[in-house]
T-cell receptor, first 113, second 112 residues
Framework: DGGITQSPKYLFRKEGQNVTLSCEQN?????MYWYRQDPGQGLRLIYY???????QKGDIAEGYSVSREKKESFPLTVTSAQKNPTAFYLC????????????FGDGTRLSIL | GESVGLHLPTLSVQEGDNSIINCAYS??????FIWYKQESGKGPQFIID?????DKRQGQRVTVLLNKTVKHLSLQIAATQPGDSAVYFC???????????FGQGTRLTINP
């Protein structure tokens, strides 16, 4: 089945530690996105990539980094500079054309130890 | 703009009734709108979309209405079932932008 796979489902971070969240898609989509969701709130865009080897900052990029070395993969690193990383992280992908829906993975829940 | 808070707007309906979930958007340049359903612990699931050159679109048990004059979007769910319990988000795409802007969401609960 085609889809988006996020791993791990749950992740714990220690103080001063960087952690990397995985996102893989086999939908042959060009564009990929990372969102953060806090309790009772909507989704806020962290980073997005429209093509391999290129990505742009979203609305809340500080303390995060990404790479896009392969079309199907868009890992997100939560660095120690992100002082409030506890949240639900969602990855999405879409066709690289305007007015196309984004399709989401089932998220990674990150907590602080 | 977005409101910030821990309490989602909530809509409670009786099983079998129709549900109407509303969304206001602020950018008159938005040209594409999507409704998503999010169940607890899962990612948002696409329900239905509509382009700005339309004012109504129907799917299976769902209808989306777009009123560009007042910048209002609604999702109607017919004959609401227990499985419809979830948080519903609207999202808009501003013309020329390559990203969606999400609303805060509405929690739909179904009373037996």
């Amino acid at each position: 089945d085609g889809g988006i796979t996020q791993s791990p489902k749950y992740l714990f971070r220690k103080e001063g530690q960087n952690v990397t969240l995985s996102c893989e898609q086999n939908l042959n989509h060009d564009a990929m996105y990372w969102y953060r969701q806090d309790p009772g709130q909507g989704l806020r865009l962290i980073y997005y990539s429209q093509i391999v080897n290129d990505f742009q900052k979203g609305d809340i990029a500080e303390g995060y980094s990404v790479s896009r070395e392969k079309k199907e993969s868009f890992p997100l690193t939560v660095t120690s500079a992100q002082k409030n990383p506890t949240a639900f992280y969602l990855c999405a992908s879409s066709l690289e054309r305007s007015n196309q829906p984004q399709h989401f993975g089932d998220g990674t829940r990150l907590s602080i130890l | 703009g977005e409101s910030v808070g821990l309490h989602l707007p909530t809509l409670s309906v009786q099983e079998g009734d129709n549900s109407i979930i509303n969304c206001a958007y602020s950018n008159s340049a938005s040209d594409y709108f999507i409704w998503y359903k999010q169940e607890s612990g899962k990612g948002p699931q696409f329900i239905i979309d509509i382009r700005s050159n339309m004012d109504k679109r129907q799917g299976q048990r769902v209808t989306v209405l777009l009123n560009k004059t007042v910048k209002h979007l609604s999702l109607q769910i017919a004959a609401t079932q227990p499985g419809d319990s979830a948080v519903y988000f609207c999202a808009e795409n501003v013309q020329g932008a390559q990203k969606l802007v999400f609303g805060q969401g509405t929690r739909l609960t179904i009373n037996p």
